[in-house]
């Protein structure tokens, strides 16, 4: 009985071909149908073909915060300013309402802790949130 040294060509295995291996799993977005994770953090990307530019979204709150405007691009700390929230107006109604008419009743108009904090970017003027309290 004579034995062949060589062994059999590449791609054949006792005479039956070799199936090419099997392809990776699909990834996540592929899985959940191109629809990822989302959260207030989760960076957004723009719609345009060109380079793309990531921003996050930052919470914003009482104080001005240090971030990258996304109108803009520039390192900034955002400008505030205070306006009478909802808190404010509904305590002034209560107020009106228990008899206080002859200016006591805008006192709440005049307190921090009733007040929304509006956040802008110093450099563009660009709108950037705003610190709700007493939801």
Sequence with gaps: ME??????PYGWNNGHTLQPPPAAPPSYSQAVGGVGPSSP???QYPPSA???IVTTVVP??????HMICPSCHAEINTA????PGAIAYISSII?????CFLGCCLIPCCINSC????H?????????GCYRRHR
């Design 115 to 118: 007040m929304d904090i509006h």
């Design 95 to 99: 107020l009106c309402g228990i008899g």
């Design 120 to 128: 802008k970017c110093p450099n563009c003027n660009a709108y950037l």
């Design 80 to 83: 505030t300013t205070t306006k």
């Design 3 to 8: 034995k062949n040294s060589n062994p059999p």
């Design 50 to 52: 060109g380079p793309a």
């Design 60 to 65: 914003v709150g009482p104080h001005p915060t």
């Design 41 to 43: 953090y989760t960076p």
